[in-house]
C-alpha cells in the first residue's frame, strides 16, 4: 500500500478533499452548476480511493477510471451548460447534447477495445480533454461577448474556464 499512496497523490487527495468540504459548506449558497461541481468532486474522491484499493488487489486501476470518463463528460456538459447560461443568458444545451455524445462515444470505445479489463486505450482521455478545451474556448468566448461590471479575475467563471484550459490542455499533449 504505501507505494500506491505517494506523497503527492496525499497531497491531491488532500486537495480534493479540502475542495469539497468548503463546496458543501457553501452548498446553499452555491449556483447549479458549482453545485453539481460539488457531485462531481465527490465522484472523483470516491473513484481516487477506489482505484486505490483496486491496485492492491488487481494491480490495474484502468477500469475505474476509464468507467469515470463518460460521468464526467455528462457532469462537465452540464456544468458548462449551466454557467453559459448564468453568464450569458444563453438557453443552449449543445455542451449537454456534446456532453452524452462524448460519453456514449468513450463508453463505445472502452467496450470495443478493453482487454481483459485492465487495459484501456488514452483515447478517452484525449476525448474528455478535446470537450473541456473546446468548453473552456466556448466559454471565454461568451466571456468576451458579454463584459460584465466585475472584475474579470473575480469572475469564477473565468478561474474555472482557465483552470481546465491549463489542466486539460497539458493532459492532451
Do not use: C
Amino acid at each position: 500500500m504505501a507505494a500506491v499512496v505517494s506523497p503527492g497523490y496525499l497531497f491531491y487527495l488532500i486537495i480534493l478533499s479540502v475542495s469539497i468540504v468548503i463546496g458543501l459548506k457553501d452548498f446553499r449558497r452555491l449556483a447549479p452548476s458549482y453545485k453539481t461541481l460539488v457531485y462531481l468532486l465527490v465522484i472523483v474522491l470516491i473513484s481516487q480511493l477506489a482505484s486505490t484499493i483496486v491496485v492492491k488487489y488487481k494491480m490495474s486501476n484502468h477500469f475505474v477510471f476509464h468507467a469515470l470518463i463518460p460521468f464526467q463528460s455528462i457532469f462537465y456538459g452540464y456544468i458548462f451548460t449551466g454557467l453559459l447560461r448564468t453568464k450569458t443568458g444563453l438557453r443552449s444545451k449543445i455542451p449537454i447534447y456534446i456532453g452524452f455524445f462524448y460519453a456514449l462515444v468513450s463508453i463505445t470505445i472502452s467496450l470495443l477495445s478493453a482487454r481483459d479489463g485492465i487495459d484501456f486505450p488514452s483515447l478517452n482521455i484525449s476525448l474528455l480533454s478535446i470537450l473541456m478545451i473546446s468548453s473552456s474556448l466556448l466559454l471565454y468566448y461568451h466571456l468576451i461577448n458579454n463584459p460584465s461590471e466585475q472584475a474579470l479575475m473575480t469572475q469564477s467563471e473565468f478561474w474555472y474556464a482557465t483552470a481546465n484550459l491549463v489542466f486539460f490542455a497539458g493532459s492532451f499533449l
